[in-house]
């Protein structure tokens, strides 16, 4: 069964259907990974290493379990052209 606070992760119960997360790296605007930057897992989604915003900053509510990350324009529109990106 799925949590609710995040879909993508099993409860206790069904740890087992989850595969373990692997990232790639899709897009980075410096080498090495310390800045924002842009990861493909091997679970067809996306991870978004970026500058955490407060939902009090962007006037708006966060769920539990989500957080809200920043990132450059440019750093979009890299990740989006990029080759590295997978079907």
Do not use: W
């Not at 897009?27 to 679970?43: F, K």
């Amino acid at each position: 069964m799925k949590n609710a606070a995040n879909p993508l992760e099993a409860d206790s119960s069904d740890s087992a259907s989850i595969p373990e997360l692997r990232l790639n790296l899709i897009a980075t605007l410096c080498g090495n990974g310390t800045c924002p930057t842009v990861y493909q897992t091997n679970r067809d989604t996306l991870i978004v290493q970026g500058y955490v915003v407060s939902p009090e900053q962007a006037g708006i509510h966060v769920p539990e379990g989500e957080l809200l990350v920043e990132i450059p324009t440019e750093l979009f529109g890299t990740a989006a052209r990029s080759d590295r990106l997978s079907d």
